[in-house]
C-alpha cells in the first residue's frame, strides 16, 4: 500500500522542505505514523524472507533425510546378503575343519 502524503503536507516541496517545526500537530502525527509503517512494512518484508528461507532449508534437510535413509536401506540390505554368505562360508569351514579332523 503507497504511503501518499497528506493534503496537509502540500506545503512540503522539493525547494521548501517542510520542518517539524512547521507541522501542525496532526501533520506530525501523520508524519510519524508514515515512518512506523514504513518501518514496519520493511520488518514484516524481513520476516516473512526468513521465514521463506527456513522453509527452503528445512526442504532441503528432508530432501537429504529422504536420500539417506534410501542408502540406509540399500546398505542393510547388501549387509545381509553379505551375512548370510559369511554364515554359510562358517557353516562350510566347521564342516571342513571336522572333515579334516
Do not use: C
Request: aromatic share 4%.
Amino acid at each position: 500500500m503507497p504511503i501518499t502524503p497528506s493534503p496537509d503536507l502540500i506545503k512540503d516541496t522539493p525547494l521548501h522542505r517542510t520542518t517539524i517545526i512547521e507541522m501542525s500537530d496532526d501533520e506530525y502525527e501523520s508524519f510519524i505514523e508514515g515512518l512506523r509503517e514504513r518501518r514496519m512494512k520493511s520488518i514484516r518484508d524481513y520476516e516473512e524472507m526468513a521465514a521463506m528461507r527456513v522453509a527452503a532449508e528445512k526442504a532441503k534437510q528432508l530432501d537429504t533425510l529422504d536420500h539417506e535413509l534410501n542408502m540406509f536401506e540399500k546398505e542393510m540390505k547388501q549387509w545381509t546378503r553379505i551375512m548370510v554368505k559369511v554364515e554359510k562360508r562358517a557353516v562350510k569351514l566347521r564342516t571342513l575343519r571336522l572333515l579334516i579332523d
